[in-house]
Structures are given as C-alpha cells and as structure tokens.
C-alpha cells in the first residue's frame, strides 16, 4: 500500500508529472517574457538604433494594449464551453502564433527613420504580447482549477516557478552565446529570436494534455461584465493581493530592464550579468523545496514577507558595489538574492487560488479567468510603466545609445535604477502583506461554506 499514488486516495493531489508538465506553460510564457524584458530594450537601442525614449516607448505601447486585452480575455474563457473545457483549447489556438510572432520581434529592418522604425517594432510587439494572452490568460485562470487543497496549490506553485525561473535561466545562457555564435548584432538576433520562438511554441501540447478542468465548474454566468467588475474592485482580499503582488513585480521589473546596463557601463563587466543571473536563477529553484516546506508550517502571506525581506536586506549592496568589487562576491550576492526572488515571484500566484474561492462564495460564480485576467492586466500595466520609466530617466540621464562612455549623471541613473527604485517597492509590497487576511483557517471555513451550499442545493432537487 506504501507505494500507491497518493493521488489515487486524495482527488486533489496532483501526480508530480502533472504538476512537471502544467510548469511548462510557466516555462515558455518566461521564457519569452525575460528575453524581452533583458535583452529587447538594449536590442532596440545598440542594434536596432532607437533612442532609449522611442525603445521604452514601444515596450509600453505593446504591453499596455495587451493589457487591456487580458480581462476580456479572461471573461471569454471563463463563458467558453466546449469537450475540451474553458481552458485547454486556447494552448493549441494560440501555441504557434505566439512563437512565431516572438521570433519576428528580433527581425530589424536596416534602413527607415526612427518613427518609421518605432512603427514597425510596436506593431510586432502589440501582435505578440496580444497572441501572449490569448494562452496566458487561460494557463493562470487554470492554476486555481487544477486542485482545491491550499497546500497542494504552494506546491503547484513551486512547480510553476521552477519552470519559470528555468525559462529566464535558458535566456541569460542561451540569448548572448546564440547572438555571438551566428555573427552578432542584426543577424545574431535573428537567429536567437528564430531559436527561441520554436522553444516557447511547443511545451503547449503537453500542457493542453496535463491541464484538468473541473466539468462541474462550467456553470452559466448570470453576472454581466460590469457588475462582475464591481464585485472584483470591492473584493477586499483580492485589492491588497494585487497591490502586494505588483510591488514585487515592478522591482524585478525595473532590475531586469537595467541590469545589463548596471553591468555594462558601471561594473565594466558585461558578460558577468550571465553568470550573476544564471547564478539568482539556479539558487531559486534549489531553494523551492526549502520554502515548500515551510509553508507546510507558515502562512503564504508569512513567506512571501520573509523571501521579499530577504531580497530587501540584501538590495542595497548594488549601490555599494562598483568596478573594483570582487566578482566572486558579487556573484555570490545574486545567488543570495535568489532565495528572496523566488517566493516574491511564486507566492502570490498560489494565493490567487483562494481569492477565486472566497469569491465564488459571495457570487456563486467561478471566475478564475477574470480575476487571472485583471491580475494579468494590472501587472502588465504596472511593468510597462516601470520599463518605461526606466527607457525615460536613462534618456533625461543623458545616456547615449551604442556609445563609447556614457556621462556621469548617467551612470548614477543606472545605479540608483538597479539599487533603490526595487527596495522601495519590495518594502511597499511587505507592508501590504502583512495585512492580508485570507490564510488557511479562513480558506477551510470558505471551502466549508461552499460544501454546505452544494449539499443543499443537491438535496433541493
């Protein structure tokens, strides 16, 4: 009997190959993700030849239409009703589509004029980040569908951030070899955006395979767009998760969008930002099973505050360092700093799961399309307008793209962009959680709740 499934006696157990195979998802949709996120911003700029004002400006057109697209994205898997499920038929829809138009954002045409340039770069950014939601929109909504058990989702999780962190791991080591590998610049983009986009287009037919849907949660929907949006904005839990989640988020936002520039014309080192990710990255994902059991014992909410904390304590030192900075120590940092990350990066994600059921406790409804949805938008939103910011100050800085030397007050720009703009919102985000109120006691009266409710529903037939 010791060697059954564990699964087979508990329904909400998920077999680890599920829980493998749904993290791929996770994988491609950061993968892609990070290689935008590290490397478009200098691609635009020192290839490319836009001003970093222009660059930053295509990143924020892009994201800021496509997140307006992630709740109506949500609302229509939610009302999907086919075979297949709400979900599982967008991953085949949207698999191809989404790596090619990944793969023709690092296609640079040689001539035209920085508005003509602008043009055409937004417009391949705007068709992918929208084909992006069209599966990424339904892969979160599906997370919370996968298993009721509130343990059972921390541990879904960090299957999910394992395969996330694997994605931005596979960029820092692949982007800059394959560019060099095939010529650099122009052609060495090509190719690594062509690589990459066959990379993210595959791992949704097992996805589309692993992925369960509840056949008993595709009920009609008797709320309309708008008050399904009244309830969402009132829903208390819901508002301080969002806010606590997109103060993390933009940190690692604005670090990502400036950390090539902080190793590149301060450090003087460009080619250690590989090491120093790959390095936070590897250290995330060994460090997953630590976290996991603990939150065997702690509150969600008491590990998310304590991986951010850990960041938190350790940020500061991006300023401190410079040039002469041992590169061993600073390597060492990064893979401190990733103990933090990951629980920053997983958490919020396995607590969606229990807004989505205190939810359907006041509604009657499952909407986990809509609240994955408007999760979705916000922090796109919020992401665009950090890298925006960032694309902005280096340009009112004085930064001069594809340049020998970058000035003083540039440089400065820089440092304080990679050291003090993420501790400030990684310590706005702690506040936050410290507040939520919605743990494991709380979600076991909320699954009583709704257990009751069926029972009596099935005994008025």
């Not at 493998?20 to 490319?48: E, I, R, W």
């Not at 057109?61 to 499920?85: I, K, Q």
């Not at 904390?309 to 991006?318: I, N």
């Not at 300023?319 to 103990?339: C, S, V």
Request: glycine residues 10%.
């Amino acid at each position: 009997m010791s060697s059954a499934d564990p699964s087979a006696a508990d329904p909400e157990r998920l077999p680890a190959r599920t829980k493998l195979g749904f993290a791929l998802g996770d994988h491609a949709l950061n993968l892609a993700l990070s290689a935008l996120s590290l490397f478009y911003l200098v691609f635009l700029t020192d290839v490319a030849g836009l001003r970093p004002a222009l660059a930053s400006a295509v990143l924020f057109t892009g994201r800021v239409v496509d997140a307006f697209a992630d709740p109506l994205m949500g609302r229509l898997s939610d009302l999907t009703r086919t075979r297949w499920g709400r979900r599982r038929p967008y991953f085949l829809i949207g698999a191809l589509p989404f790596g090619a138009s990944f793969a023709a954002l690092w296609l640079d045409p040689t001539h035209g004029s920085q508005a003509a340039k602008f043009a055409w770069f937004a417009a391949l950014y705007v068709g992918h980040s929208l084909l992006s939601t069209v599966i990424g929109v339904p892969y979160v909504a599906a997370q919370p569908e996968m298993t009721l058990d509130y343990q059972e989702r921390n541990s879904l999780g960090s299957f999910r951030a394992a395969g996330s962190v694997l994605g931005t791991l596979v960029v820092a080591a692949t982007v800059q070899p394959l560019v060099g590998a095939f010529g650099g610049g122009a052609q060495g983009f090509a190719v690594a955006g062509l690589v990459l986009g066959i990379w993210i287009a595959l791992p949704w037919l097992v996805v589309f395979r692993v992925t369960r849907e509840r056949p008993e949660f595709q009920r009609p929907s008797s709320l309309t767009l708008l008050a399904g949006a009244r309830t969402l904005v009132r829903h208390a839990s819901y508002r301080r998760l969002v806010v606590l989640y997109l103060c993390s988020r933009v940190a690692m936002d604005v670090a990502g969008a400036i950390l090539v520039f902080y190793f590149k014309w301060w450090i003087g080192r460009p080619d250690d930002v590989s090491w120093a990710l790959g390095l936070l990255l590897v250290s995330s994902v060994l460090s997953l099973p630590g976290w996991l059991w603990l939150g065997r014992r702690l509150e969600k909410r008491t590990l998310f505050v304590a991986g951010t904390a850990w960041w938190l304590g350790l940020q500061g030192f991006f300023f401190l360092a410079g040039p002469e900075t041992p590169r061993g120590l600073l390597l060492a940092l990064a893979a401190l700093m990733g103990l933090g990350y990951a629980m920053a990066d997983m958490v919020p994600w396995s607590m969606l799961g229990e807004v989505v059921d205190e939810d359907e406790l006041a509604t009657g409804e499952r909407r986990e399309g809509v609240y994955g949805g408007v999760f979705t938008f916000l922090r796109k939103l919020a992401g665009a307008s950090a890298v925006g910011l960032v694309g902005v100050a280096l340009d009112l800085a004085g930064f001069v793209p594809a340049a020998r030397a970058q000035s003083a007050e540039a440089v400065l720009a820089i440092r304080a962009m990679t050291a003090a703009a993420p501790a400030v919102f990684l310590a706005l985000s702690i506040a936050i959680a410290l507040r939520y109120g919605l743990g494991r006691r709380e979600h076991r009266a909320i699954l009583a709740g709704l257990h009751a409710r069926e029972l009596a529903r099935r005994g008025g037939r």
